[in-house]
Every structure is written in C-alpha cells, then in structure tokens.
C-alpha cells in the first residue's frame, strides 16, 4: 500500500488525484488514536520524497492531501517522535513549496498550517513551528521585493508575524525560559543585520500584527534565565538595534519599541551592574534620538550623557576592556552612529530634531562633547577582536572587525561635522576641532593597514567624498585649519582613491586654499591640484587662471607651480612625461601670459628646468640678471666645444647668441647730448672715453653674434619638419624664435651689415610663410621692398612674395578696425602699403604707388590714435613721396612740392615724432638711415646743404655705439663737404672714418687760443648783412682750376701724408683685416677712396688721380657684384672722373664717360644725374670743338659771363686782369643798364634755402613755358633785353616788354635744353647764371626797390667781350626741384 502510494504521488496528476481519494478514505477508516498519525507521516514523507525530486506540477494537490490529514492528526502522547516528525515534515514541504513556481500552493499550506492550533509536545517543537513561519515570512518578503507577488499578499506577512506571536505565548506558558537560541534565531532570521529596507517593510505592517509578536516575545524574554543573560548581551543589543530602525522608520511616531526592550533588560540585567549601567546609557541616548522636537534641555543632557559614557568608557570598563560584552558595546554604539547619520542628509526623517538640537547657541561646546564620545570610542575600539554585531568584510583578505569599527567611528565624525551649520561667528572656534581631528586621523592611520581597501571600496569612496564636503564648506581660515593636518594622512591613501575622487577632491581644495593664511600652503595646494590635471588644454587655462588670480589678489609670485607642488602635501604621482607636461605649460604660461613676473618667480623656473632651452627662454626674459647670463655663456662655451649638435642644441645656441647680442648691444649705449653733435667738434666727441671705442673691430663681435644665431636657427627651420620631436623634447616656442630672429635682423639692420641682415629677414620671410604668421612675413617683406636692388645671391623671387603679400594684405586692412589687432600690427600693413608703392614705383607702376599711398592715408585715418600725430607711418609715407619726387622725371601736376620741399616737411615730422607701438622706433631708425644717404644725394645735387637727417643719425648711432652706421653718416657728410669744397670739414670727415674703420685712431688736436670776438657795430652790420647774403644763396666766387689759391697751397701742405697715397683704397694693405675680408665694407672702403680722389682734385693736387681712376674703373670691371651695391655713388664716381678727365683735356675719353654713364641708368636713382652727365656731356663737346673766328658784330656781353662763369668754362690761359678789362669795356659801351630777369617758380617752392654746388656738376634746362616742368632744373636767366623771352609776365612786366620788342633781334644767343628723355635741342643760345634764394625772400623784380640784394645795381649798357678761345656752358646753374 505504501509503495502504490509512493508511486502515485511521483506519476501524473489523475495517479495524485487517486492518491486524494485514498488518503481521505483512509482516514475515514482510522479509529485508532496512533493510527491517524502514523498514516499522515507516511504520506508527508512520500510528498517530502516526491517535492525532492522535483516534483511540483501537482503541489496544489499535495496541499490538497496536507488539507486532508491536518484537521485529523493530534500529537500522540506515547510516541513524541511521531508528532516531531509530522512537524519536521511539515517544515520540509513548507520549505520546498515557498519558491517563485509553487508560491501559491506555499501560501495554501502555510494557510493550512496556521489554521490549526499550535501544539508543542516536546520544548524543541516550537523550533518547527518557528522556523515555518520566519521562512513564510521571508519567502514572501522576497517575492514582494521581485515584484512577482500582488500587494493583497503583503497579509501573509502580518500573518506570520501573529503566529510567531501566538508562538511566544505557548512557549511562555510552558515556562520555556531557555530564550538564547530563540533570540539568536529570531535576530539571525528577521532583525539582525537585516537591510533597512526590510526593516522599512516591517515598519509598515499593521501595527496590530507587529504588537501581536512584539509583546509576547518581550514578555517571553522577561522570563529567561539569568544564567545565560552574559552570553545574550550582544542577541540584546542586536535586537535593541533593530527595533531603533523599525521605531524610526514606522509612520507611528511614539512606537518606541527599543525603548521597550531596553526597559525590560535593565530589570533583566539588574545583577549585572556594568552591563545594566552600559544598557541604561543606551537607553538614555535612544532615548534622545526619539526627540520629536526642540528641546531646550537637549544640549545638556547630550553632553552630560557624553560625558558619562566617557567616563564609563575610561574608567569602568578599563577592567573590562578585554571582555567581550565590552567589545559588543563598542561595536553597537558604532552601528548606532552609523544608523543616525544614514538620514540625516535628508529632510522629514526621524533625525531631524536630532541633529536641529546641535545646532545654535553652545553649538560647538555639544560638538565638541559629540567628537570626544566618538574619539574615545575610537581609541578603545582597538581591543576590538570579534563580535557577532560587526559586519563581516566581502575581501577575503580582511577579517578584522576592529579596523572596520574604527574606520565607521571616523567616517561617523566627519558626517557629524558636515552636517554642522555654524554661524560665522562659531566657524571661527576650534574647540571641536582637536578631537575632531583625533578620531579622523586614527581612522587613516588605521585605514592603510587595511587589505581590503581600493578605488572600488565603498568606505574609502565615502571618506574621500566627505573630506571633499568639508573642503566645500570652508569658508574662514580655522575651517580650513580642519582640513590641513588631514593632507598627509590622505597621501599615504593615495595609491588606493580613484583617480577621479581625488580629482574631485582637489578641485574642492583648490578653491578652499584661498583662505589660508600662510600663502604658502595655499600655493602648494593650489599646485596639487593643477599637477593632477592631465589634459594639456585644461591644465595650460587653469593655470594661467591661477596666475591671473594671484595678480587680481595682488600676491606676489615667488615659485612656479612646478616647485610648488614638488612641496606640496598632496604631491600627484606623476611620471617623468607627465612633470614635464606640467613644468613646459607651467613655464609658457609664465613667458606668454604674465606681462612682469617676479625675479623669484623667474628664478623658480631656472632651478626646475629640464634643459638649456628652458634656460634660454627664461634669459630672454631676464637680460639683465647678471648670473643668468654668465649660465648662457657657459652653455654658448660648452654647446661650442662640441663636436656635433642636435637640433634643439642648435635652437639654444641660438638663443643664447641673441641674448649676448642684446646685452653686448645694450652695453654699448651712452649719453649724447645733441647740443654735442656740432661739426667742428665730432673729433673732440668722439675722443670721449665712452665713444672711443666705435669702430668695426669692436663691432663684428656683435655681427657674429647675430650671424650665428640666423644661422643656427635657419638650420634648425630647415630640419624642422626631417627630425619629429621625441616626448622627451619641449614644446618649440616659435614665437620666441621668431622674436629673437627679428632681434638679431634688426640688430645687423640697424649695424647696417645688409648681406647679414638679408639672411636673416629672408629666414624670417620663409618662417612667417611657413607657419602663416602674416605681420611677420610682411615686416620681413619691407626690409626687401624697401631696398632699391635685391642681391641675386638670395634667388628671392620679389614678385611672387608681393603677390601673396597683397593676398594677406587684402585680407587683413579691412579687419584693422575690429580691435583684433594691436598698434604695431596696424604699423605692419600701413608700412606694408608704404613699401610696396615703392616696389610698384621702382617697377615704373607710378599710379599704382600713388594709389597705394592714397590707401595708406586713408587707412591711417581711421585711426583716431594718429591724427594729428607724426607716428612712423606718416614719416614713412613722405620719405616714399619724396623718394618718387627726386627719382622721377616730371611732376604730374604743376603744384606738386619739389624735392627739397618734401625733405623739409619730412625733417619736421620727424622732430616731431611720436612712438605709438613698439616697433615704431626701429623701423624709425632704418629709415632715417636711408634717408640720410637719400636727403644727401638730393640736396647735394641741388646745390644744397641738408645737413638735419645726419645730424639726427649721428646722434642716434653715436649713443648705440654702431660704428657702420657712424661711418655712412660721416661718408654722406663728407660728400657734402666736397660739394661745398669744405676742405677742413671733408679731412676732419676723413680721419673720423679712418678711426671708426680702425686705421687710424684720433689724436688731440693742440689747444689754440680763440681769436678775440669783433665788437666793432660796422663789422657787425657787415657780418649780417653776408649772413643774409648765404640765406639767398650767394653765387661762390669761382677759383681758377689751373691756378690754386694760397690757401689751397696751405691746405695741401698740411694734409697728413697717409691721407696722400690714394693706392691704399684698392691694396688694403693699410686696412684691417675685416675689411679684406668683408666685402661691404670693401665697397665702403672703396667709396672713402672716391671721395677722397675727389677731394685731391677741387685742392688741385692731381699727382694720383690718374692711377687712381684707371684702377677704380678696373676695380668696377672686375667686381660687377660689389660695385653694384655702391648705388648711386657709382655715378657720383663717374661724375668725378669726368670731371677730372675734363681738367686733363681729355675730351675724348670724357665724352666716352659721360655717355657711359647716360647709359648706364640705375634704379633709383636721382634724375638730375642724368642732367648732370647730359650737361658734361655738351660742355665736354664744345670744348672740344676748334676755336671760331668771332663775328666782327658787336654783341652784348651777358652779364652772368662776368660772375658766373664756372672755372671749367674758362680759358686756361686767360688771366684775372683779361677778365676785368673785358668787363671796363662792356661798361663802358652799355647804352642802359642792363635788366635781370629770373624765371619765377610755381607757389609751391620749398622757404629753406639752397646752397652753392661743386663746379664739376651743372645741367642745363629748357626755358620755363606754360608748362612749366619743376622736375628740370630752373635758371635763372640775366637779359639785358625785355623780350627775349616769352615768359609770361605780369602787367607791370608786359609793359616793359613792349616797349622793347624792336631790340630783341639785336640780340642773339645759343641755348641747350634738357628734356626729361636727356634729347639735346638746338635753340638760340642764352648765358645760363646761377642764382639761389629762399622762397620766403624771393620777390618779383619789378622796380630796383623790390629787386634782390644782387641786383640793386644801376643800369647800364654794357659793351660785348671779346668772345673766349671755346665756348662753354656753365655747370653751376640752380638745381632745385
């Protein structure tokens, strides 16, 4: 029978429904009082077999056949067992059935189950039924959790928490006072260690139930033995424990439960005294956390209790330390700590008027009592071994209860003093700081020990991010006092935060360090945090957001953040690439965003460098710390010594080359007055003890210098792109290699080396192309656009370079007014403008320049800044004016300014300049040095002295200390001499070249007593009236070539005998060797033999002039290249031989010269060179044409034949006294006095006057017509007939005219005029005379009384000379445009 139901059960669902039939057939046959039972066990046990084999399709059914035999079966008295079997096998269906498939038929049995009275036959039977109801109670917990259960079933949780109720109340009627394992069950299976969220469920069940098993379970623990009570002390405090969280969570405020409990173990635990005294300070301190509202009391009787617990921690229980009840309250006051500060960051939870009370008046003393409870606790939680209360550590590696409690009083301390709200007034009291700072201190300490730790670690994490709220909240210097002791703890943590909490954390810190007092720490921590920024953008905009705040708080900066953080407290671990990322961003950061960093600051950078090109960034902005440039020097030394150098090593020779240039540059400086700057006095000045020294020998040091570094940094450019940098190497600071290779381009521009410093700006063009830096590609542009002939040896293509200028260009002016770009960057593309009109002028594109500089000064005016101001682009624009103006050949309009007007108003504007950006006073200084040669050619071939612009160079080059620069002012200086026929000035000018060329030093001249001034009022009268005579431009009294004054003699006998031998210019062998071995200063060299030839001849010392030329032309011939850098001084060269070879009567090779030199037109150049060969040219023909007998009719002598005759003109062997007899007889035979007519300028003539010329160098001109051509050369014609003329005149002219219409054709004469093209026109001759006068004093001669000086004469018939052995034109006539 059993086997048949055995087999049934496990078959299918109609074999369970038999078995049904069966057993309640079965029953109905029973009678026996043992038998019932006996059946029922069997059948559960084969359910029991059945359910483990799987079996659970038919476990409705099987509830069915429980169903049956429940009712029916009562315990049998005789036979226990029989009754604990029923119960096991109960236990064990109950147990199969409560899981997610066979849930309901669970709940259909536990149904059953509870519907029959529970009967205990033995004391260890309640262990089922406990055990039954504890597993309902869960199972259905769980399934409710999974959501895979309706709400309704929420019942059956209330229903077994009633049956353990009626449980508790059998077992204590049968005086069941063996309660331990009970309560140790009950904790293990429903209170203890339980999550609040089940503790929440049961909270929330029907107060009726949670009374039901509540009370019946107090009353049975009421009556357990006191024998067992020690060993229950931690099942008490488990159980206390878990009541506190179902009383907080409960929606029924004044549940209480632990409370209960508590009240029941002081009478349970009464003859336990320190375990009833330890239960009653637990109970007093829940008892303050159920406060439900403010209490004024609250504050002292927290701080009374903290202070019995301490004194019960510290003296009571010393004894006891070791013992394990003393261990269990320990660990329960830790969990209690945790418990209430779970939700005290929460709003309405049961907490909340607990933690309220801490808060206002005496805030921080019941802090401080709060952080001495957990600090003592803390340290006595070390005796800590085990405790069933303590949580069990997930890493295997870690079982240590002890360091888990310590780390949860820390963690609880730090919560405690976050969630603090002090009023600024408390912040500032440090009381609960030091036992604050004990219990989180010892935490750390203990929390390195631990195995279980990591980035992953919850308790870590959360110490972390509660140090982060704590850094938060500083907001005061003694809140900040909180957080420092902690850094060095922290550091030991570091290996094990995530890298992502630790960055949050030193953002915090970052932002609470300013409000320490000690600058210091601020900066180091401030450092902390920046160094654990990895992305290169973010790091490089904190930090200069760092500096930025620094400079706004007006702290001084003594260290980089490098330094700063290598003393930091919180040092980042970094790797070698990662400090290096931090020390380059930290060190550009410094160099491109701080305007003026501290020496300190600056030094800071120098002790932490990688490298030498760290060093000699950071000397560029040092130049005058003395021991940083002696470091360059010794790394210039040791990078020299070297054999091979890399590439960076080439950039930091550089470097360091540029930054001994501009100490070397700036060392050489010294004070000139201008008042010093006199002519007759430049050799005592510069035998001055600080100018002595000026000479190229001195110089090439510097020249080398600059050399070095174009060249190291063009090797480095040109490897730029054939070697990748390596992660070891620094980021390449172009910028400071683009400004240290303007520096030394500047610095040979300025020397005036132009070979050196076209190397250098074409290195710059190519960089600034390269790398898209336009305003530096087009200041490199200007210095090759500026120059009138590029060298060929440079294969720079100008016309392809203009052509992408003009690209950037168009691009960049209409953006000039949107506040993009700086003052010298709008210097850059005006000048650029400025150059390229120019380059458009040189290229005969005269409109498009002009427009160009239309644009420019439209441009210019749209910048407020510069109205009204000269600012170099104004000066700059005139100096191209200008230069097109003396260049070109005819005015486009009759009312533009002449030449020397332009120069005039340029020499204004340039007194009056004004710096508005920093490249404007360099770009002054080059073009004032072009200007001296270009004012010098001008002016000297119209006759002038414009000496302003040398005067303003001189002084300019004499304080830099540029001996080539001193030199070419003394070289433009001497040619005016010559033109002058200064012969003092132009040797003094000599031996000034010769000491800055370092041939021959200056000597003292020997003191002469000054000649006692004239005080006599007619000398006066007399000395101003020549005075005013110069300002008019009086006509020199003209020498005799072939006969030399006693003061030429003189001259000649005192000129030094070295100055004599002309040879020396073209064998060197007197020269140094810089000169042989630099072929500018050749050319200089060369040009000082020019002039000095020059100066041989006008003193008629003509011993070596014909060696001279003849190797000069040789010297030309065979150095095409270098002659053609001499410009225009080749045709001044020719000039002079022509000149020469006139005075020798060598007309043939004269003429072959002068048209040489027509043809040879250079770029550039003034025109009236070309009026000067031209008129060379025809003087030289006519002289050599054979003498013509004179007409026998008389003629009218010119009266500019008589005063201005040129000495070349005159017969060689005509005497002084021939001259005066033909001019008696011209007297004698005049009729009337003769009338002096002058051709009239235009309005605009320039008011400075214009001296006298050198003999050798006259043009002629065309008269003036209607169209009158101010570019040609106006004379100044004396006629003694009124209308020879047709000159439009006045009406006070036109009358006078008429009158003498009928004695025009008396007179007749042979004029040769110039046109622009050079043509030579044939027309009745006219004597040319020169005349100059100032425009301000010039007047129209209508009457004798408006007449000039000169021509206050009577007027008289002057008889016609015997006409002269050859005829000849005058070279001295005005030259003025």
Known sequence: MSSDIANQLKGSRSDVEKVCKTVEAKFRLLTEESLPLRYEVNVLRHICIALKDNIYQNADLYCDIVGTMLPRVVPYMEKPSLWEAHLTSLRYIHHCLCQE???????????????????????????????IHLTHFNGIHLQLQRQKLPLEATRHLGYALECLGELFDIMRQREMTQSGPLL???????????????????????????????????????????????????????????????????????????????????????????????????????????????????????????????????????????????????????????????????????????????????????????????????????????????????????????????????????????????TQEQKTDRSPHKPLLGIVKYTMDVAKTMKCLGPTSVELIKLVRQLIYVADQVSCPEQMSVLLPLLEQLQKLRPLIADQEMSGFLRRLFKASSHCKDLSIASRLQASFLASLTNPVRLRSQICLYYHNQGKEGKEITKCVYEWHESSPLPSPLTPAQKKQLYDTDFFAVLHYLRNPSPAHMQSLIRCRKNDYHLVLLAREMRNDASILN????????????????????????????????????????????????????????????????????????????????????????????????????????????????????????????????????????????LEDRFTYLRALNHFLSQNQVNSSLKLKLSDEVEWAEEWLDDLWPQLQNGRFYKRQHTVVMLSFCHLASYYARMDCLSHAQLLLLQVEQLREEFPERLGKSDIVLITLQAVRFRLSYQQGKPKTSKMLTPLRRLDTLLENVRNFCNLSSLDSGSLQLLLSTLVRESTECSSNRLSERLAFSNIVLHLVLQSGLALRSIEVFLAWLWTNLQMENFAKAQSKLRLIEHCLDIKQLTPKESHPEKEAIKDPTIIDLT???????????????????????????????????????????????????????????????????????????????????????????????????????????????????????????????????????KMRLQAVDINFGYNFMAQLKTAKIELKPLIQEKSKSKTLRRALIFNLSPEDKHRTQSASAIKDRASKAKQSAKKAPRFRIYEELALRPPSAASNSSGGSGSENTPPSNNVDLNACQPIEI???????????????????????????????????????????????????????????????????????????????????????????????????
């Open 1024 to 1158: 101003s009236n020549m005075h005013l005579l110069q300002l008019v431009e009086p006509i020199r009294k003209q020498q005799q070539l072939n006969t030399p004054s006693l003061k030429l003699l003189n001259m000649q006998q005192n000129t030094p005998n070295p100055q004599l031998n002309l040879d020396r210019y073209f064998t060197l062998d007197m020269a140094p060797s810089i000169v042989r071995e630099n072929t500018q200063l050749q050319c200089v060299y060369f040009i000082m033999g020019c002039l000095h030839a020059r100066l041989h001849f006008l003193q008629r010392n003509s011993d070596q002039l014909d060696e001279f030329y003849e190797r000069a032309n040789n010297w030309i011939e065979e150095k095409s290249q270098m002659s053609a850098a001499l410009g225009s001084m080749l045709q001044v060269q020719q000039l002079y031989h022509l000149n020469y070879l006139r005075f020798r009567r060598k007309h043939d090779e004269a003429i072959s010269t002068a048209q040489l030199g027509l």
């Open 101 to 131: 498939r066979s849930i309901e038929a669970c709940q259909k049995l536990y149904n059953l189950i509870r519907a029959q009275p529970c009967l205990l036959q033995q004391d260890t039977d309640h262990k089922a039924y406990l055990d």
């Open 184 to 422: 140790a069950q009950l904790n293990e299976s429903l209170f203890g260690k339980r999550s609040r969220t089940f503790f929440k469920t049961l909270s929330f069940l029907p107060s009726e139930s949670l009374s039901k098993m509540f009370i019946p379970l107090l009353k049975l623990l009421a009556s357990s033995s006191v024998a067992e009570l020690p060993t229950l002390f931690s099942e008490y405090l488990s159980f206390t424990l878990a009541l506190v969280q179902i009383d907080i969570l409960s929606p029924q405020s004044n549940q209480q439960l632990s409370l209960q409990l508590l009240r029941m173990c002081k009478e349970l635990f009464r003859q336990e005294s320190n375990l009833n005294y330890s239960l009653q300070l637990f109970y007093y301190y829940i008892k303050l956390i159920y406060v439900r509202g403010p209490s004024s009391d609250f504050k002292r009787a927290y701080i009374d209790l903290s202070q019995k617990f301490q004194n019960f921690f510290e003296h009571k229980t010393v004894s006891y330390v070791k013992e394990q009840w003393v261990t269990d309250l320990l660990v329960a006051f830790q969990l209690l700590q945790v418990l209430i500060q779970q939700n005290s960051s929460k709003s309405q939870n049961p907490f909340q008027f607990f933690w309220q009370n801490f808060e206002g008046d005496g805030s921080p003393e019941i802090y401080t009592a709060h952080f001495q409870l957990l600090h003592i606790c803390g340290g006595l939680a070390v005796n800590v071994t085990r405790s069933p209360l303590g949580c069990s550590c997930t890493n295997e590696a870690c079982k240590s209860v002890r360091r888990h409690c310590i780390m949860a009083y820390g963690l609880c301390a730090l919560d405690a003093y976050i969630n603090w709200q002090p």
């Open 631 to 770: 470091e360059c020097k010794e790394m210039r030394s040791k990078l020299k010594q070297k054999g091979s150098l890399s590439r960076m090593e080439h950039l930091c020779l550089g470097h360091a080359n540029v930054g001994l240039l501009l100490e070397a540059l700036e060392a050489q400086k010294t004070k000139v007055s201008t008042k010093e700057i006199n002519e007759n006095l430049f050799e005592e000045l510069l035998l001055r003890q600080n100018l002595s020294q000026i000479n190229i020998k001195r110089e090439q040091r510097l020249v080398q210098l600059a050399s070095e570094s174009i060249s190291v940094f063009n090797y480095f450019f040109s490897q730029a792109d054939q070697e990748p940098l390596g992660i070891e190497e620094t980021y390449i600071d172009w910028e400071a290699l683009i400004d240290d290779a303007v520096s030394s381009a500047l610095g040979l521009s300025s020397m005036g080396y132009q070979s050196e410093a076209d190397d250098a700006w074409l290195l710059l063009l190519r960089i600034g192309r390269w």
């Open 1279 to 1377: 006629s003694d007939d009124e209308d020879l003329l047709s000159l439009p005149q006045k009406k006070s002219q036109a009358k006078s005219r008429d009158k003498t219409k009928s004695k025009t054709a008396a007179t007749a004469s042979e004029v040769i005029t110039l046109d622009n093209s050079l043509e030579m026109v044939s027309t009745p001759s006219v004597a040319l005379s020169s005349r100059s006068t100032r425009a301000k004093t010039r007047q129209p001669l209508e009457t004798p009384k408006t007449a000039p000086l000169s021509t206050r004469r009577p007027r008289r018939q002057v008889t016609e000379p015997p006409v002269p052995d050859t005829e000849s034109i005058s070279t001295r006539t005005r030259h003025r445009h």
